[in-house]
């Protein structure tokens, strides 16, 4: 095995995927490494989504193989992958909206093995979005946009995964909630250095928060790089930030 695939978290080789019989990403290789975190930048409808569906599980690849931790992952289903640690925070959020915060995040640690470590979980999850403690028994339907997206990620956390995709965290919400958002994951990643990758349309925010960073556009990478590298790049710059 090449020592890049025992090294990384995750790694996707030469993947081909799409909808039906349609591909929408072409030839993707990418890695994550322990404890790093992934901008997915680009567009809309280049394919980054459709990434992310990729690497849980909710779409098989037409070609390639995906390996998490050395295993091969290519063709497990959702609910294996979430026991593996690979959670997912969609774009939308997704949450049970006839359900309590509570309950939904509850729900979210449906995968732990360590039960008996639910309470003290809640209790760090709620000093994170002290919020959501103040909404705790209110139906996750009737949070504002960024209420439903802090309960999103710590339902997600509340599975204590080993890697987090976020889907356009950013999307449809106020720059002051985008901010408060932020500091809170970036508190979770200093605290428990969970592997993150963040899709985003918004490449500032995203290159400003990782490591290193992958540009997609029309379903194909057409730059990769260290974050502090790439938010200096001319075309990046001039294609994604109007400067």
Not at 18 to 28: H, K, N, R, S
Not at 148 to 167: F, H, S, T, V, W
Not at 198 to 224: P, W
């Amino acid at each position: 095995m090449e020592e890049s695939l025992k090294n990384s978290l995750i790694n996707l080789r030469e993947i081909q995927a799409g909808y039906g019989e349609v591909p929408i990403l072409w030839d993707i290789t990418l890695y994550i490494n322990h404890q790093e975190v992934i901008g997915l930048l680009g567009g809309n409808g280049a394919g980054k989504s459709t990434l992310i569906n990729v690497i849980s599980g909710i779409i098989s690849p037409m070609k390639g193989s995906i390996y998490f931790e050395g295993e091969d992952i290519s063709f497990l289903n959702t609910t294996k992958r979430v026991q593996l640690g690979i959670t997912q925070i969609p774009e939308g959020r997704l949450l049970f909206s006839g359900l309590t915060v509570m309950q939904n995040l509850r729900l979210g640690a449906f995968s732990r093995k360590d039960k008996k470590n639910l309470q003290k979980e809640l209790e760090l999850i709620f000093q994170l979005f002290p919020r959501l403690a103040e909404r705790k028994n209110q139906l996750a339907g009737t949070l504002s946009g960024g209420e439903q997206q802090m309960c999103a990620i710590a339902r997600g956390l509340m599975g204590n995964p080993k890697l987090l995709l976020i889907d356009e965290l950013s999307l449809g919400l106020a720059p002051l909630i985008v901010d408060h958002i932020m500091d809170a994951l970036k508190k979770v990643y200093e605290e428990r250095k969970i592997s993150i990758i963040l899709v985003e349309q918004d490449v500032q925010l995203g290159l400003e928060f990782s490591h290193r960073a992958y540009v997609i556009e029309t379903g194909r990478i057409v730059k990769e790089g260290k974050s502090k590298d790439l938010i200096n790049d001319s075309e990046i710059r001039k294609a994604y930030l109007g400067i």
